[in-house]
């Protein structure tokens, strides 16, 4: 078992940044990838970026260049900073290990 708890998130403006954090618990050692999906009112669940066990990192196109997934294993946390946000990123986010184990979600609210 894995617990995640993530956090970070709150309303911010067109153009303006949030960082996110996921820290894990748990088996750890089990953690493969980690990362972010988010959910919009109304929508299906959308994959936002992974990082591997490896530092390997992967982003929707919808946040290529402006999201950055990173990871410091000394803390079993995993961040997502989120630069120029639009509107259209309002939605909860979700941190995941393995796409198994999943956090409860902080809400992102990107409004003027």
């Known amino acids: 078992q894995v617990q995640l708890v993530d956090s970070g998130g709150g309303l911010v403006q067109p153009g303006g940044s949030l960082r996110l954090s996921c820290a894990a618990s748990?088996?750890?050692?089990?953690?493969?990838?980690m990362g972010w999906f988010r959910q919009a009112p109304g929508k299906q669940r959308e994959w936002v970026a992974d990082?591997?066990?490896?530092?390997?990192?992967n982003y929707s196109d919808s946040v290529k260049g402006r999201f950055t997934i990173s990871r410091d294993n000394a803390k079993n946390t995993v961040y997502l900073q989120m630069n120029s946000l639009r509107p259209e990123a309002t939605a909860v986010y979700y941190c995941?290990?393995?796409?198994?184990?999943w956090g409860q979600g902080t809400q992102v609210t990107v409004s003027s």
């Open positions: 995941h290990t393995n796409r198994q184990f």
């Open positions: 748990g088996r750890i050692s089990s953690i493969f990838v």
């Open positions: 990082i591997l066990r490896g530092a390997v990192t």
